[in-house]
């Protein structure tokens, strides 16, 4: 992860990260574990937030109103503290869709539009989390995005195909959560999100990967580009719950109902760490929303 701070996770990652064969593929996967009670799985660690102030970014539909611009960069631990995903930073205007009909354009709208959210989880698949979130999810008939890390995907392939059973989307959420990919060559991002995609492709037994998610915001026009290409519309988000600073459930509730104004992407993990929280917040959160006439939608494609 890139450039961790005293305000990363609480669980840092406890070796750095080591290169294995996948496919006969190179793929970076973190070695750090997870020490809390709570359950395996990598700890995914997130950079301090910086001050930006809300800027306008032609990569969002609708754009933001005007103001100054944000220093490039990561965005920040997951998002600007105007609850967006740091896509100011996503400079370059976006080519016109692909063969596939898949924009470039980084989506903050869901597909039914009107007065609808989409749910979406990252960091996952987890052993321990993502059953649980699962199940709350069915409970109130919600349908989500699970954006996850290809080699986690890779470990658990059961997980992955209950997700698709269970009428999920997936998404790519690159293959070592890397929040400076930005920074980083072409080719490296190329196989961050490609080798990430096969992965969670080939562990969900076919079901495709429809959105790709830049970690932290790191969108450029090439990996934009690049998932477009092959079938990936790059993914926003909103609002940001920051749940996985595990701030209290009623800090997360709280958060999503005073952000909803930025737009519909709701942001939620399932991995890194415990996700206690989260899943009680989305037992309060779900009804909620209904009863405040809010749809469930997912992200427009």
């Known amino acids: 992860m890139a450039r961790p701070t005293a305000h990363t996770r609480r669980i840092a990652i406890a070796t750095a990260a080591a290169a294995v064969l996948t496919g006969g593929v190179a793929a970076a996967v973190f070695l750090g574990s997870d020490t809390s009670a709570d359950g395996p799985g990598p700890a995914l660690a997130h950079s301090s937030a910086k001050s930006h102030a809300p800027g306008r970014s032609d990569d969002k539909p609708g754009g933001r109103p005007s103001g100054p611009a944000r220093p490039s960069g990561p965005g920040g631990d997951d998002s600007a503290p105007d609850g967006s995903d740091g896509s100011a930073d996503a400079t370059g205007a976006a080519g016109p869709p692909g063969s596939g009909g898949i924009s470039e354009t980084i989506d903050h709208a869901t597909e039914s539009g009107g007065k609808s959210v989409s749910i979406t989880i990252d960091d996952g698949p987890s052993p321990v989390w993502t059953p ?144 206690g929280q989260t899943v009680a917040a989305l037992k309060e959160l779900l009804p909620w929303l209904a009863e405040e006439g809010y749809t469930f939608s997912f992200p427009a494609v």
């Open 132 to 275: 649980k979130i699962l199940a709350v999810l069915k409970q109130y008939g919600v349908k989500a995005t699970f954006c996850m890390i290809g080699p986690q995907a890779k470990a658990d392939p059961a997980m992955v195909k209950k997700v698709v059973a269970d009428g999920h989307r997936l998404c790519d959420h690159t293959v070592s959560h890397d929040e400076a990919m930005n920074k980083k060559s072409v080719d490296y991002q190329s196989t961050e999100v490609l080798d990430a995609q096969k992965m969670i492709e080939d562990a969900a037994g076919g079901a495709k990967v429809q959105y790709f998610r830049a970690p932290g915001g790191a969108f450029t026009p090439d990996n934009r580009h690049i998932a477009a290409a092959h079938g990936m519309r790059p993914l926003g988000w909103n609002v940001d719950t920051k749940d996985w600073k595990q701030p209290g459930t009623a800090t997360i509730v709280n958060t999503v109902k005073r952000e909803l104004k930025n737009g519909p992407i709701v942001l939620f993990h399932d991995g890194g760490g415990s996700r």
